[in-house]
């Protein structure tokens, strides 16, 4: 999750994300390789706006984005709910 997403969902409002957050927070998540292009397409958009291009990965994306939310309690939109359900049903 890129650190003007977190931002944006609310990290200057709780306490903990801005205390606690890093954009490469080790103890939660782990980063993920990705290409330059990748990154510079995916740039602060959220689940609504861009989806990996691999959709073998987009359980992956959907369960870390939901958890990184979760842990720093950072708002979703209903249009990321609803991207996040597609990718999520995906899960095995």
Same mark, same amino acid.
């Given at each position: 999750?890129?650190?003007?997403?977190?931002?944006?969902?609310?990290?200057?409002? *709780?306490?903990?994300?801005? &205390?606690? !957050?890093? @954009? #490469? =927070?080790? %103890?939660?998540?782990?980063?993920?390789?990705?290409? $330059?292009? *990748?990154?510079?397409?995916? &740039?602060? !958009?959220? @689940? #609504? =706006?861009? %989806?990996?291009?691999?959709?073998?990965?987009?359980? $992956?994306?959907?369960?870390?984005?939901?958890?990184?939310?979760?842990?720093?309690?950072?708002?979703?939109?209903?249009?990321?709910?609803?991207?996040?359900?597609?990718?999520?049903?995906?899960?095995?």
């Amino acid at each position: 999750m890129a650190p003007a997403s977190t931002h944006t969902h609310g990290t200057v409002r *709780s306490t903990r994300a801005r &205390s606690s !957050f890093a @954009p #490469a =927070d080790l %103890k939660d998540q782990q980063p993920f390789i990705t290409s $330059t292009s *990748s990154n510079s397409s995916k &740039s602060d !958009f959220g @689940p #609504a =706006d861009w %989806k990996p291009t691999n959709n073998a990965f987009w359980c $992956t994306y959907g369960e870390d984005y939901t958890h990184i939310n979760s842990v720093f309690k950072l708002t979703t939109t209903g249009a990321e709910k609803t991207a996040l359900a597609s990718m999520l049903d995906t899960c095995a």
